[in-house]
């Protein structure tokens, strides 16, 4: 398909590491314009360059503060930083940098840090979709590292954090839930356990649960978790951070892991967007349709149960071809084409 | 369909509210086993009698404890009760009832409660769409308080939880996790709200916290959200908990939403397992499809995009038809058939 001038342009901005391209671009694929995903498919073959690092846990935890910190960092190193927020709590997201948050203000004025937030919630099969787009573009933009900051509630059939390169997990002392659902298994073992706020009394204990854990959990490949303590808003910790991201980087690039597992995360990226669709297409096609009302009816009346409803509206949608119906279009009249 | 002379038995037995006919069927749609589905078609028409209450909240927060107290309580009311677990760290799941769990031993050998868990980690859509199903069989068997044990990490497309009529938050004193996802949006707000362990110093604080959010949070049709303290452990607070879960149920019955709640709650079931069969179908699909596996490689290569990938994949599987796919059968061959 030609691209209109713009997009290509836009294209060619985007590649030569434009913030506002960039920033254009991300638009585009969160609004689900059709443009935007021309252009991912466009500057793809540019991307796989960018370390990807994950950065999860409870709202609450200090990841918001603790990406200020490692983004300082990073930039003293002279790497280019792109963070992408799909925390609906993150301060990222609610543009309110109050508090101790105002440092994060600094990086908004540096050229080398781009920082983007996506919240769109009730919508997650599709914000799932537009965050890995925007992460590629990130990538394509040049920016040579990406934080992805995301909560840690896990069990959402498409998990964002599935797709870095490195997973953090993010806690706080005398937080039980989330070393919790680690336990019981709910939440898989991260690459790096940060335990954030290390100055309160319940630290020591707290590094001693997560030491309980890991040693029950199965050995990968022969990398050790780190429990990194920091007390993000103060910069302590986080040099020993970036260590350990680096010896994560550098330990799945010697094994070998890191296409590996970049296969499986684009697989299951690839499964998600199909899956995404096929949903969107079948939501689509029953918004107005009097025959699906219908069959509720009968399902509410305990006339007919759900999964045989399911298998009749499955039938209808395949036999009348799932692919010709509309992806987008503006409200229709109810249709009485039966 | 003919059933077998052994569905058909299983039918009535379970409508006579036979235990062993109970489990049996469970099993059946745990393993999606057609007979399952269509056990629950024939019984469907003599469900929707039963309270669903929902108990959510994270891992330790007492869950499994209040539910053995609610249940000893409903038992003394004379009611009979189904308790459906789908919490992975609960000791339903477990089995193993040891310290304080102990007393839920006596439920075993009550015939008026019937406790089954299901926690098969990684098949989401999957358990969800099984544990649906089970609640159908155990109010077809007539019981008539089902409660639902469920982690409350929220956010995945399908929540169980969605499909009580009454919905309780367990949380515990000091447990920052739970409130501030209460409080940034992405637990949605629940019914009735437990403190649970409310002897821990901390309760009021967090009853105080509680407050501060539900302050903030639309009304819903006049029902006031109450907090109830309990320490399950001893019963305490277990009495009011029951009042005010039969408070909500008059409420809604009285205000006429919960027709309109079943409704949304079925559209969605019907709507998550048609979206489900879709996923299932396109995996089987691919799992041994070789141009799948060349479409692959040409992503990790950075040659094509997912976007354009998942383009290619589904364009196929609606050109091949969805529904000649075969739902289960064993590992087959490598196909090269291209």
Known sequence: MALPETGQSLADRLLAGDRRALARAISLVESDDPRGWELVREVYPHTGHAAIVGLTGAPGAGKSTLIGALTKLRREQGRSVAVLSIDPSSPFTHGALLGDRIRLTDHFLDPGVFIRSMANRGALGGL??????AALLMDAAGREEILLETVGVGQAE???IDHADTV??????????SI?????GIMEIPDVIVVNKADHPLTDTMVREIRGVLSLAPQRGGWRVPIVRTEAHLGRGVPELVERLDAHRAFIERQGTLPERRRRNLRSEVLSICAHRLRQRLEERLRDDERFGELLDEVVARRLDPASAAAEVLERFEREGGRSAPVQHAPRQRSADR
Do not use: H, N, T, Y
Request: net charge negative; charged share 15%; glycine share 8%.
């Open 158 to 160: 498409v998990d964002i």
């Open 180 to 184: 919790q659902a680690l336990k019981a």
């Open 128 to 133: 799932s979709e537009a965050a890995l787009q």
């Open 168 to 177: 953090v997990l993010v806690l706080m002392p005398g937080s039980g839930d």
